[in-house]
């Protein structure tokens, strides 16, 4: 797993630290582009933080393809995975500084850094799309050859 630079550790913890809850409006929005109930209660479980970085994602791929409402999905659900963990701010933020470190990591530090693979495989058993899939398992890593290279660029650029 690629964890990425300190800033982006960094500028991560401070976002999560202030998300604030979905606005009803942001609700509507997030509910266009979900399908079906499985997929929305995934959403909906997780953390605010999580479910405001999935909406934030979600709007830069609108902002460049509003045509790929499977690509939008990717984006509102690859961190689905981490809902598992039920780790806070603090404990993500060093189960990401030890695994930086290349410290052991173990238990709920474990699932949060696992988070891609669980993500993908419960994506996968509500029936999502495979690049929807794909991106939970592969966000944090190289491109997989089942994503093409266009829709790589843009899934990964709006996880940030
Ligand atoms: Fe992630
Ligand atoms: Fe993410």
Redesign the pocket.
């Known amino acids: 797993m690629e964890l990425g630079s300190w800033s982006h550790l960094v500028g991560r913890f401070f976002e999560a630290v202030r998300a604030g809850r979905l606005t009803d409006e942001e609700r509507r929005e997030v509910g266009t582009w979900l399908e079906g109930e499985d997929e929305s209660a995934v959403y909906w479980e997780q953390p605010v933080a999580d479910q405001r ?1 999935g909406l934030e ?1 979600a709007r830069r791929v609108v902002a460049v393809r509003p045509d790929r409402g499977d690509l939008v999905r990717a984006a509102l659900l ?2 689905v995975g981490k809902r598992h963990a039920k780790l806070g701010v603090i404990g993500r933020s060093l189960a990401s500084l030890f695994a930086k470190l290349r410290l052991p990591v173990r238990g709920r530090w474990r699932r949060d850094l696992d988070h891609g693979a669980l993500g993908a495989e419960e994506l996968a058993s509500l029936g999502s799309g495979i690049v929807i899939t794909e991106f939970a398992r592969h ?1 944090h890593g190289r491109r997989p050859a089942t994503i093409p290279v266009d829709e790589w660029h843009v899934l990964r650029s709006a ?1 940030r």
């Open positions: 970085h994602s690859h961190d966000h996880d």
